[in-house]
């Protein structure tokens, strides 16, 4: 079956530690009918952190890819986490990805892990989206989020698409302030006004647009969509949506969001390259893919996970490696929910798709299906902001610690090990 790539919707969701990104993740896995039980991170069965650590933390350490189909359309995002610690897992699925979803809590606002996103998103030059989350906690504020919100980045950038009806616990649902039905009075002047400012940010993105809007003329639906579509995608408007992931509130709401204002990943025409050039994106052609993420898994090997930009890449079929000049099988290609793997026969361009047993790829190298010598731009990673030195507890296990070292750092690049010259102390280097 054909695969309609203007379907597909690519985007990492980020925020600060604790915002409730991992259960919307699980959430809506659940409502796509992904899967049949909704994960929870206090019951360590969420779908994205499945790993021993994550749930006896009960927090995210590592980028988790995660992919659903809704209402013809399908998603695949990484839940990433929001420890300063893990910053690695956090610019790699940016950088490979269409928008950024970022998640507030809806009492603390903004916060560190929710800048630094912005940051990172601003930085690839990709579209942001926010989701106001947990309203109907005590004290929690939509309108004092936005006031920051629109403090920090400025009065006419952060819009609501959608508000909350009620508060705290008595919040209800929320409505959409563009189709403008069933408002309550209580919010319907806080409605108008927002949907003002969207309609004057539509009618800045086209000149035409513009002189019919000061005009009093009425703009088509095709009309306001596609001047959403220009606004979001130059960076104009930020969209924001509110809700409760702990009542199901808005949920339904944002997806159709994603699925109506997130960009497909023929949107930005054209991809960067290492040497600063750019190169046109397809749905057909060679395929052209970055790998992102490499897991070392004790039984399988090396398992390397990549986003396919242009084109299209098929299981059990050959690559090159344009960063390292070598060739690579691919056998297998799986989707990733989590730890659960369903094969593919073939990816296209905002696929994210994993294979095992490669022999020298690693993180940032680029895969090419066909016989384009190009690069993708490499992923950057911050340096490591601090050094211990680290010994064997018992002599003659230094190689043992050397290899286990290796490994590590080839599975997350803001961990470095080496041997000091003067001291010839190992140090191993890391962000926290």
């Known amino acids: 079956m054909a695969i309609n790539v203007q379907n597909i919707r690519n985007f990492a969701v980020a925020g600060h530690t604790g915002c409730g990104k991992t ?7 659940f409502k796509s009918g992904a899967v049949d039980r909704c994960g929870s991170v206090d019951q360590k069965n969420s779908i994205s952190d499945y790993t021993l650590d994550e749930q006896e933390k009960l927090s995210s350490i590592y980028a988790a890819p995660l992919n659903c189909k809704w209402n013809d359309n399908h998603f695949f995002f990484v839940d990433t986490p929001g420890y300063g610690e893990f ?58 989020v936005m006031a920051q919100l629109q403090d920090v980045y400025g009065a006419n950038l952060c819009i609501p698409i959608t508000l909350p009806v009620g508060k705290e616990n008595n919040l209800k649902s929320v409505i959409n302030i563009l189709k403008g039905k069933d408002i309550p009075a209580d919010i319907a002047h806080e409605a108008g006004k927002y949907k003002e400012k969207i309609m004057d940010t539509i009618a800045e993105s086209d000149e035409e647009l ?48 994603i699925v109506n204002l997130f960009p497909n990943p023929l949107s930005r025409k054209e991809i960067k390259l290492a040497d600063g050039s750019k190169h046109d994106i397809s749905a057909e052609g060679p395929g052209i893919a970055l790998v992102f993420k490499t897991i070392i898994d004790p039984f399988i090997g090396q398992f390397s996970i990549f986003r396919v930009f242009s084109g299209k890449i098929s299981s059990d079929s050959e690559a090159f ?112």
């Open 210 to 257: 513009m002189v019919r809007y000061l005009d009093g003329q009425e703009l088509s639906e095709e009309e306001i969509s596609k001047g959403l579509h220009k606004a979001i995608m130059e960076g104009k408007l930020v969209p924001v949506f509110a809700g409760s992931v702990a009542k199901d509130i808005g949920i339904v709401e944002l997806m159709n969001g």
């Open 321 to 432: 490696n344009t960063s390292i000049g070598e060739k690579e099988r691919l056998g297998s290609i799986v989707l990733l929910n989590g730890k659960n793997q369903s094969p593919i026969p073939e990816l296209v361009p905002g696929f994210i798709g994993a294979v095992t047993k490669l022999k020298n790829t690693h993180i940032s190298n680029t895969l090419v299906s066909g016989n384009l010598k190009i690069q993708l731009q490499h992923i950057k990673f911050p340096a490591p902001v601090m050094s211990y030195a680290i010994m064997p507890s018992k002599s003659g296990d230094e190689d043992k610690i050397s290899q286990g070292l290796a490994k590590i750092c080839d599975s997350d690049y803001t961990v470095k090990s080496e041997r000091h010259v003067e001291t010839r102390e190992m140090l191993l280097s890391s962000m926290g």
């Open 87 to 144: 910053i690695g897992e956090v610019v790699a699925p940016i950088h490979c990805s269409d928008a950024v979803l970022i998640v507030l809590d809806g009492v603390k606002g903004i916060e560190v892990g929710s800048s630094r996103a912005w940051k990172l998103a601003k930085e690839n030059e990709i579209p942001r989206f926010i989701f106001i989350n947990r309203l109907d906690r005590e004290m929690a504020d939509f309108e004092k």
């Open 23 to 29: 259960s919307l993740c699980d959430l809506i896995l």
